[in-house]
């Protein structure tokens, strides 16, 4: 580490240089508000070396004149004089302490004269203050509520790692699990050295400030609350907003569920359900504040309660000992705290994960998007409701069982609710009224296959359906009404648990049971197969009043024989079709005392199966393979156009979670063959733009474009991660301009390309995508004349002892040219061979209309290659 001191002050002795030694080698890593690496000396360093028994080293550096004792320095002034010390000045001491300029007041401000305006005194605080920042990095301690922190001030950051994708340039906020030096925070600030920072991206977007704001209130305002996430304070730095909170080890719920670690035993399963609707008592809180200079009752609404936004803290040991708690985190859509009138109606701008939002908070027309609705606050208890069905259907049948369930939604929505379609409504729980009747066949899947030690799911489906389901006029207002149902259930469960108070007359399978369908939108999945209604037989002794809505009067639908994406169909009457509102009243809105009538409920089920979550426009795609990829369902780039110009979210993407789970973190590398016969191609840049969208939250090195026209410019979403749209829109000048060149030579591109440093390394696995039509100059009509180029790329492969699937090159084919085709399906049939005289198949063809997961993967696996 090079010095930063002058060693030529006439004060320097020894002493000192030992010090400075001491310093330099004695450095910790953090880093600054410009976010970078930047070094600094820890307090608890300095204290150690000041105070080291026996060493004197304070009084051997102050000037016998001086009337400063060793202990007030110790106790105030350590770190000024730590930095004196380091600067020669250590003389100065003495008009710190006359001022009263303590350590705590660091750092000095640029523009703190205090000490006099002689120049001996100016030099001194230009170096002070020059050289503060190695000593007196962030000290993080209550009370740090939107703090202003100087770029320049070192954050005390050991080690980060994000706890979320970041790749998706419309995330709002990046969200790290961050390790602070142990002596860089109050401990009774917090006790854990880990801690969640959330950074809202207001140096790019400062309209995420009110996002940040609402997120400090909300939590302000809340206080201490055992389940919800505690709050550590908030501080802005160079324009960046950041949020500070506890760290929770066990991750989100959804983290919990992906896991499929399920609780066995009934006191396990007790504790679960107790943790988790203990978030009633969170919404409580936020919805029943009061203001400090009145009582008149106020309260906010948190309008993103879902799984991911539930924290877990457990013993890893043993996840569901006593020590398992559930909390509730996120606050940034949370409404503005207000006065609560008799209507308790608040706004709304539907900001939140819109699978769990409330019916009526639904804007199921775009004309609605900038609607700001006022909604009542039980918008809350719906959307944990659908959490709670949700961990109802994950302890009787796990992950697989949630994704058949969501699977369920989609078809049901497709085929009957088509308004809901897109705008994030596509798996939501309802259809714009009440709850959707396939998201009670789930509960009942889920009650079929509970575990035999489990005696408390059915109340508590029972609870979920008739109290939290609810459309908004039927629904309980009161969030301590619903627990109190569900603390009394627990208190006589634990009661009567010796007893055994629901007997399963046959073991019960934790797992649902499924089949497999061949040909469906999704591919191979598995599917809930309808339970027998035997299984259901125990709950049948429970009174009305205590059976869920799902175990009553809903019949087992009929498979039609056809193959869909989902199992259950929504009824279709063979009368006139009847207003959600209506068809649902008996069924979803009974009375506490009243089973649901049998006449409100359609026994003929019958669904027209969907193709496709969304079922856009197919007339393109005429795939060139007729075999189906047995890894992912079929979609064409026309359909992840509709996605992407309509905003829908990439995770709605019938196998986009496979495929990314699948390929891991890639770096993607385009090629376009810019030649006049590609030009006059328009789904050429569509292609492009939808292709560069879709990859670009798996590809952290920044997704690539170059052209054919002039290889060695390299496109791609920069540092800031642009958007497509930026990132097309040179390109698409380029097409628009006059004087387009010639044919197309393709060895020539290659090689420039290829040969570039660092664009084959063992650091990034790269998939390189040329998109032409074959129409090229020079060489073989077969496609002989590239063959040198790839041979040149697996020699390289193997120096850098890469496995084959490292680097892979897909061409993607445009138009109809016969001998365009003809000279890329060579090129993907007779592979050349390597410098050791081995074949290693690095090269795929595949048509632009065919299934963009087979684009992607096909020269990395050889099955889809061989299709």
């Given at each position: 580490?090079?010095?930063f001191?002058?060693?030529n002050h006439?004060?320097?002795?020894?002493?000192?240089?030992?010090y400075?030694?001491?310093?330099?080698e004695?450095?910790?890593?953090?880093?600054n508000?410009y976010?970078q690496?930047?070094?600094?000396?820890?307090?608890?360093v300095?204290?150690?070396?000041?105070?080291q028994r026996?060493?004197?080293?304070?009084?051997?550096l102050?000037?016998?004149?001086?009337?400063?004792?060793?202990?007030?320095?110790?106790?105030s002034?350590l770190?000024i004089?730590s930095?004196?010390?380091?600067i020669g000045q250590?003389q100065?001491?003495?008009?710190?302490?006359?001022?009263?300029?303590?350590?705590?007041?660091?750092p000095l401000?640029?523009?703190m004269?205090n000490?006099g305006?002689?120049?001996?005194?100016t030099n001194?605080?230009?170096s002070?203050?020059k050289y503060q920042?190695k000593f007196c990095?962030v000290y993080f301690t209550k009370?740090?509520?939107k703090?202003?922190?100087d770029?320049r001030?070192?954050l005390?950051?050991?080690?980060?790692?994000?706890?979320?994708s970041l790749?998706?340039s419309?995330?709002?906020?990046?969200?790290n699990?961050?390790?602070l030096y142990?002596?860089c925070f109050?401990?009774?600030w917090?006790?854990?050295e880990t801690?969640?920072f959330?950074?809202?991206r207001?140096n790019?977007n400062?309209t995420?400030?009110?996002?940040w704001?609402?997120?400090?209130?909300?939590m302000n305002?809340i206080g201490?609350c055992?389940?919800t996430?505690?709050?550590?304070?908030?501080?802005e730095?160079?324009?960046?907003?950041?949020?500070?909170?506890?760290?929770?080890n066990?991750?989100?719920?959804?983290?919990?569920?992906k896991?499929n670690?399920?609780?066995?035993?009934?006191e396990?399963?007790?504790?679960?359900?107790?943790a988790?609707?203990?978030?009633?008592?969170?919404?409580n809180r936020?919805?029943?504040?009061?203001?400090?200079?009145e009582e008149h009752?106020?309260?906010?609404a948190?309008?993103?309660i879902n799984?991911?936004n539930?924290?877990?803290?457990?013993?890893?040991?043993?996840?569901?000992?006593?020590d398992?708690?559930?909390?509730?985190?996120?606050?940034?859509?949370?409404?503005?705290a207000?006065?609560i009138?008799k209507?308790?109606?608040s706004p709304h701008?539907?900001?939140?994960?819109?699978?769990?939002s409330a019916?009526?908070?639904?804007r199921?027309?775009?004309?609605?998007?900038s609607?700001?609705?006022?909604?009542p606050f039980h918008?809350d208890?719906?959307?944990?409701g659908?959490?709670?069905?949700e961990?109802?259907?994950w302890?009787?049948g796990?992950?697989?069982a949630?994704?058949?369930a969501?699977?369920?939604?989609r078809?049901?929505i497709?085929t009957?609710?088509?308004?809901?379609i897109g705008?994030g409504?596509?798996?939501c729980?309802h259809?714009g009224?009440a709850?959707?009747?396939c998201v009670?066949?789930?509960?009942?899947?889920?009650?079929a296959n509970?575990?035999?030690?489990?005696n408390i799911?059915?109340?508590?489906?029972?609870?979920i359906e008739?109290?939290?389901?609810?459309?908004?006029n039927?629904r309980?207002?009161r969030?301590m009404?619903?627990?109190?149902e569900?603390n009394?259930?627990f208190?006589?469960?634990v009661?009567?648990?010796?007893?055994?108070p629901?007997?399963h007359t046959?073991?019960l399978?934790p797992?649902?049971?499924?089949t497999?369908?061949?040909?469906?939108?999704?591919?191979?999945?598995?599917?809930?197969?309808?339970p027998?209604r035997s299984?259901?037989?125990?709950v049948?002794?429970?009174?009305?009043n205590?059976?869920?809505?799902?175990t009553?009067?809903?019949?087992?639908?009929?498979?039609?024989g056809?193959?869909s994406g989902c199992?259950?169909?929504?009824?279709?009457?063979p009368q006139?079709q009847?207003?959600?509102?209506d068809?649902?009243?008996?069924?979803?809105r009974?009375?506490?005392n009243?089973?649901v009538r049998?006449e409100a409920?359609v026994?003929?089920f019958a669904?027209?199966?969907s193709?496709d979550?969304r079922a856009?426009?197919r007339t393109?795609?005429k795939?060139h393979?007729?075999?189906q990829?047995r890894?992912f369902p079929?979609?064409?780039?026309?359909?992840i156009s509709?996605?992407?110009?309509?905003?829908?979210h990439?995770?709605?993407?019938?196998?986009?979670?496979?495929?990314?789970?699948?390929?891991?973190?890639?770096h993607?590398?385009?090629?376009?063959?810019?030649?006049?016969?590609?030009?006059?191609?328009?789904?050429?840049l569509?292609f492009?733009?939808?292709?560069?969208w879709?990859?670009?939250?798996i590809?952290s090195?920044?997704v690539?474009?170059r052209?054919a026209?002039?290889?060695t410019?390299?496109?791609?979403?920069g540092?800031?991660r642009k958007?497509?749209a930026?990132?097309?829109?040179?390109?698409?000048?380029i097409?628009r301009?006059?004087?387009?060149g010639?044919?197309?030579?393709?060895?020539?591109?290659?090689?420039?390309i290829?040969?570039?440093r660092?664009?084959?390394?063992?650091e990034h696995p790269?998939?390189v995508?040329?998109l032409?039509?074959?129409?090229?100059?020079?060489?073989?009509?077969k496609g002989?004349?590239i063959?040198?180029?790839?041979?040149?790329v697996?020699k390289k492969?193997?120096?850098?002892?890469?496995?084959?699937?490292?680097?892979?090159i897909?061409f993607?084919?445009f138009?109809?040219?016969e001998a365009?085709?003809?000279?890329l399906?060579?090129?993907?049939?007779?592979?050349p061979?390597?410098?050791?005289?081995?074949?290693?198949?690095?090269?795929?063809?595949?048509r632009h209309?065919?299934n963009?997961?087979?684009?992607l993967w096909?020269?990395?696996?050889d099955?889809?290659?061989?299709?």
């Amino acid at each position: 580490m090079p010095h930063f001191y002058d060693t030529n002050h006439p004060v320097d002795s020894e002493y000192r240089k030992e010090y400075l030694n001491f310093v330099d080698e004695h450095l910790s890593e953090g880093i600054n508000g410009y976010e970078q690496k930047a070094w600094f000396i820890r307090p608890g360093v300095l204290r150690q070396w000041w105070t080291q028994r026996g060493s004197r080293r304070i009084p051997r550096l102050l000037d016998y004149r001086t009337y400063i004792g060793e202990t007030i320095i110790i106790e105030s002034y350590l770190i000024i004089f730590s930095i004196l010390v380091y600067i020669g000045q250590p003389q100065y001491i003495d008009d710190f302490v006359r001022l009263g300029l303590r350590d705590v007041q660091l750092p000095l401000p640029d523009d703190m004269n205090n000490l006099g305006g002689d120049p001996h005194t100016t030099n001194m605080l230009d170096s002070f203050r020059k050289y503060q920042w190695k000593f007196c990095p962030v000290y993080f301690t209550k009370g740090m509520v939107k703090k202003k922190i100087d770029p320049r001030q070192i954050l005390p950051i050991k080690k980060s790692r994000s706890l979320r994708s970041l790749m998706d340039s419309n995330m709002k906020t990046i969200i790290n699990a961050t390790t602070l030096y142990a002596d860089c925070f109050d401990p009774n600030w917090n006790s854990q050295e880990t801690i969640v920072f959330k950074q809202f991206r207001t140096n790019e977007n400062n309209t995420l400030r009110y996002a940040w704001r609402r997120e400090c209130n909300a939590m302000n305002s809340i206080g201490d609350c055992k389940q919800t996430v505690r709050y550590l304070g908030s501080f802005e730095q160079n324009d960046r907003c950041f949020v500070m909170s506890e760290y929770a080890n066990g991750g989100s719920l959804l983290d919990l569920f992906k896991r499929n670690i399920r609780p066995q035993t009934t006191e396990e399963i007790n504790r679960f359900w107790t943790a988790l609707t203990s978030l009633l008592k969170a919404i409580n809180r936020f919805h029943n504040l009061k203001f400090r200079a009145e009582e008149h009752p106020a309260g906010f609404a948190h309008r993103d309660i879902n799984p991911e936004n539930i924290l877990v803290f457990y013993d890893e040991d043993d996840p569901f000992s006593d020590d398992f708690t559930l909390k509730l985190t996120d606050f940034e859509t949370a409404t503005a705290a207000q006065v609560i009138d008799k209507t308790e109606l608040s706004p709304h701008d539907n900001d939140g994960n819109r699978t769990y939002s409330a019916p009526e908070a639904s804007r199921a027309y775009g004309e609605q998007e900038s609607d700001l609705l006022q909604l009542p606050f039980h918008c809350d208890i719906w959307s944990l409701g659908c959490v709670l069905a949700e961990a109802l259907v994950w302890l009787g049948g796990g992950r697989e069982a949630i994704q058949a369930a969501e699977h369920a939604r989609r078809n049901s929505i497709i085929t009957h609710h088509s308004h809901l379609i897109g705008g994030g409504y596509g798996s939501c729980f309802h259809d714009g009224v009440a709850v959707l009747q396939c998201v009670l066949y789930s509960n009942r899947d889920g009650l079929a296959n509970l575990l035999p030690t489990d005696n408390i799911s059915y109340r508590v489906s029972n609870i979920i359906e008739r109290h939290m389901l609810q459309p908004s006029n039927a629904r309980t207002r009161r969030s301590m009404d619903i627990w109190n149902e569900f603390n009394k259930l627990f208190k006589s469960s634990v009661t009567s648990s010796t007893q055994s108070p629901i007997h399963h007359t046959s073991p019960l399978s934790p797992a649902l049971p499924s089949t497999v369908k061949k040909g469906s939108s999704y591919g191979d999945i598995a599917t809930i197969t309808p339970p027998p209604r035997s299984k259901l037989r125990d709950v049948q002794n429970l009174p009305n009043n205590e059976k869920p809505l799902s175990t009553l009067q809903l019949d087992p639908p009929v498979d039609s024989g056809r193959s869909s994406g989902c199992t259950y169909r929504e009824p279709v009457s063979p009368q006139p079709q009847l207003k959600a509102s209506d068809s649902l009243k008996s069924t979803i809105r009974p009375s506490p005392n009243d089973p649901v009538r049998s006449e409100a409920t359609v026994s003929t089920f019958a669904g027209t199966p969907s193709d496709d979550l969304r079922a856009p426009d197919r007339t393109e795609q005429k795939p060139h393979s007729t075999a189906q990829s047995r890894l992912f369902p079929p979609v064409s780039i026309s359909e992840i156009s509709d996605y992407h110009h309509k905003k829908w979210h990439r995770e709605e993407i019938p196998g986009y979670q496979e495929f990314k789970k699948k390929i891991g973190e890639r770096h993607f590398l385009i090629i376009i063959d810019d030649s006049i016969t590609m030009r006059s191609n328009d789904k050429v840049l569509e292609f492009t733009e939808s292709l560069a969208w879709l990859v670009k939250p798996i590809d952290s090195s920044r997704v690539e474009i170059r052209l054919a026209s002039n290889p060695t410019k390299s496109y791609n979403t920069g540092l800031l991660r642009k958007s497509t749209a930026k990132l097309l829109k040179p390109i698409h000048a380029i097409f628009r301009a006059q004087g387009a060149g010639g044919l197309c030579n393709m060895e020539f591109v290659l090689n420039r390309i290829l040969n570039e440093r660092g664009v084959i390394a063992p650091e990034h696995p790269t998939s390189v995508l040329v998109l032409t039509d074959g129409i090229w100059e020079g060489g073989s009509d077969k496609g002989d004349n590239i063959m040198g180029s790839i041979a040149g790329v697996l020699k390289k492969m193997r120096d850098a002892n890469l496995a084959r699937t490292d680097f892979t090159i897909q061409f993607v084919s445009f138009g109809d040219n016969e001998a365009g085709i003809a000279r890329l399906q060579y090129v993907d049939d007779h592979p050349p061979l390597d410098s050791q005289g081995e074949k290693r198949d690095i090269v795929d063809h595949k048509r632009h209309t065919d299934n963009i997961w087979e684009i992607l993967w096909g020269a990395a696996s050889d099955e889809v290659d061989k299709q």
